[in-house]
């Protein structure tokens, strides 16, 4: 039997709307004397179970603000969910977002080094992939420059070389693509499609129909924090393109 | 032991924040040991004129405590913001937190052991007598970064919650600046306050510094139980504090 990369079991995310943030003490006192410190609470995601096989490509398709987003960071360890807990087996790359984590005044060789030892490896095994990194980002006229005066597409494209090139278990990409020329979207799919052969497990989220049928083959579609369905990345995309 | 499996992070960190801090400045880590040694001779140059304390040898009595209370104020103000500065990675990947704060404690020490060339330049000039005590010299400094990455623990987590820490903590520093034995004797306290300065750590980690550094004697037994039973609690009340509190800290950042 094969055992699952990612098992998710019952897991619910709650937040308190930002509208009720305390974050000054004067709010604070002020709405424990008026008693007022309920707050309006919202479930990102509720009551989810599945299970993601190893070597699966996954999507998460769903509208804007449907849970898809909490559901990965729950999934990279971001967010603890509230209830439920979820079972990760093997290292996990998470790119939500790319380039974040870059320090601003540090320069692109030295972010390479800070954003591999983010996600657990060690200079000596950086050193090793530095090469590539910067080959595939294609950044060696920049290399001491601050990442401070880089453009947000080279930014996308170190970040993007740096995730991929140090081979994780488990790849966790949240619309990453969307920035970027069409040349760099290319080489980043053709990267994907490697590494899928490797026997990564993807876990995707997009709007994108397209990328999603090419690149996934399961996929679960989640509305307002319920799953609607799961299954085959055919059904589910039809589904959900039926619905909406 | 997921510590150890992010000493990588926490060592590239350091060098990070040692990398930044003097980057663009013409003289560079030069300013860590002419910050304190300039700062000493204006404090030594007003108080000379003002008070004429009886101390021998003033300028070494106030750059002992000058380093220990400014290590104090760097670290724990450092830490304080380690997280909200670190919060655009906090939300994109798992990473255990407590490493923002203790990042900054240490590379605030670092910082501190280059002031020490500082101590020992005007040691030098000022011709003071050197003793073996002097190698017992990271004991105070030991227990003072504990305390101090325990009450940065603490507010790193605070400042995430209540903003108006950053603020209220510049007036406590400054509080704790008169409050401390930095640049008056301790004979010059009247008894009320010479019982209540007890209670602030500095101070006992001013009196080892110096029995060490100024004096040539050596840390009495008491002064360490004193010590590490600071270090205790304020390690013990930051981890207990950071443990609860860390989890929801990425849904406020």
Redesign the interface.
């Known amino acids: 039997m094969a055992e699952y990369a990612v098992e998710v079991h019952n897991v619910s995310m709650r937040?308190?709307l930002a509208r009720e943030?305390?974050?000054?003490?004067?709010e604070?006192f002020i709405r424990n004397v008026k008693k007022n410190l309920a707050r309006d609470e919202f479930y990102a995601v509720k009551d989810v179970s599945f299970n993601i096989e190893k070597g699966d490509s996954f999507a998460i398709v769903g509208l804007n603000g449907s849970g898809k987003s909490t559901l990965l960071k729950m999934i990279?360890?971001?967010?603890?969910p509230t209830s439920g807990h979820i079972v990760v087996r093997g290292s996990?790359a998470?790119m939500?977002?790319l380039g974040?984590?870059f320090?601003q005044?540090?320069t692109a060789a030295?972010n390479v080094?800070?954003n591999g030892?983010?996600?657990?490896?060690?200079?000596s095994y950086i050193r090793e992939y530095f090469k590539s990194i910067i080959d595939f980002a294609e950044l060696w006229d920049f290399v001491d420059v601050p990442i401070k005066n880089f453009s947000s597409g080279m930014k996308a494209r170190l970040g993007f070389a740096i995730a991929t090139t140090v081979e994780p278990d488990i790849l966790i990409v949240d619309e990453i693509l969307s920035v970027g020329d069409a040349k760099f979207k290319q080489k980043c799919e053709q990267r994907m499609a490697e590494m899928k052969a490797k026997g990564v497990t993807m876990i995707l989220v997009s709007h994108s129909m397209d990328q999603v049928l090419k690149t996934c083959n399961k996929a679960m579609w989640i509305n307002k924090g319920n799953m609607m369905c799961i299954g085959d990345v055919k059904e589910v995309c039809a589904r959900y393109s039926a619905q909406t | 032991m997921t510590f150890w499996?992010?000493k990588?992070?926490l060592?590239?960190?350091v060098l990070?924040d040692l990398?930044?801090k003097y980057?663009r400045s013409v003289l560079g880590y030069i300013w860590s040991i002419l910050n304190p040694l300039l700062m000493m001779l204006v404090i030594a140059l007003f108080f000379s004129y003002m008070f004429r304390f009886q101390i021998e040898n003033y300028p070494v009595y106030l750059i002992c405590g000058q380093v220990i209370y400014n290590f104090f104020s760097d670290a724990t103000r450092q830490s304080m913001h380690s997280i909200l500065h670190g919060g655009?990675?906090?939300?994109?990947?798992?990473?255990p937190k407590y490493i923002f704060p203790m990042a900054r404690s240490i590379s605030s020490f670092i910082n501190m052991l280059f002031s020490l060339v500082a101590v020992v330049l005007v040691m030098i000039i000022t011709r003071a007598p050197l003793s073996l005590t002097i190698l017992l010299f990271p004991l105070p400094l030991i227990y003072l970064f504990f305390i101090s990455m325990g009450v940065g623990m603490i507010l790193s987590v605070l400042v995430v919650?209540?903003?108006?820490i950053e603020h209220l903590y510049g007036i406590f520093l400054l509080a704790l600046m008169y409050a401390s034995p930095i640049f008056y004797p301790i004979s010059a306290l009247p008894p009320t306050a010479a019982f209540i300065i007890k209670f602030n750590p500095l101070y006992h980690i001013m009196i080892m510094f110096r029995d060490v550094m100024y004096f040539g004697t050596l840390p009495s037994l008491r002064d360490n139980v004193v010590c590490l039973a600071f270090t205790l609690l304020s390690m013990g009340l930051g981890l207990i504090f950071f443990k609860k509190y860390q989890?929801n800290l990425?849904?406020?950042i």
Do not use: H, M, Q, T
């Open positions: 937040f308190n943030k305390v974050d000054s003490l004067k604070y990279a360890g971001i967010y603890k996990v998470p939500i977002e974040a984590g320090d005044d540090l030295e080094f800070l030892a983010v996600l657990g490896y060690s200079r | 499996k992010y990588e992070l060592k590239e960190l990070r990398k930044v980057r655009a990675l906090i939300k994109k990947v798992k990473l919650y209540f903003r108006d989890d990425v849904l406020n």
